[in-house]
């Protein structure tokens, strides 16, 4: 993403798939007798991690409101009363 002045991190990718591909060697060449569950587990945990994040995101995104109120946006959780802005102090 140039030019937009954020960076994508893959570090954590790497680093989980390098593991998974370390295990999934090991257990080609017979170093270990692990089931492929346990090899590619730190690439799972990588990918859960991520989608538990995203998730959370959503549900996040799914409970509030954006209300806008004399041309500005706000942010409103649902359930709570419709107030104005005369009603509040700041």
């Known amino acids: 993403m140039e030019g937009s002045g954020r960076e ?3 570090a954590g ?9 370390l295990f999934a060697l090991c257990k080609i060449t017979g170093l270990n007798d692990w089931s492929w569950w346990r090899v590619w587990l ?19 995104l799914s409970w509030i ?17 419709d107030r104005t802005t005369k009603d509040t102090p700041y």
């Open 13 to 21: 990718l790497y680093l989980f798939a390098s593991t998974s591909v």
């Open 42 to 60: 730190p690439f799972g945990g990588y990918v859960g991690f991520n989608l538990t994040h995203i998730a959370t995101g959503f549900a996040y």
């Open 8 to 10: 994508f991190k893959t």
């Open 65 to 81: 409101e954006f209300v806008e109120v004399n041309g500005s946006t706000n942010v409103q959780c649902r359930g709570e009363s």
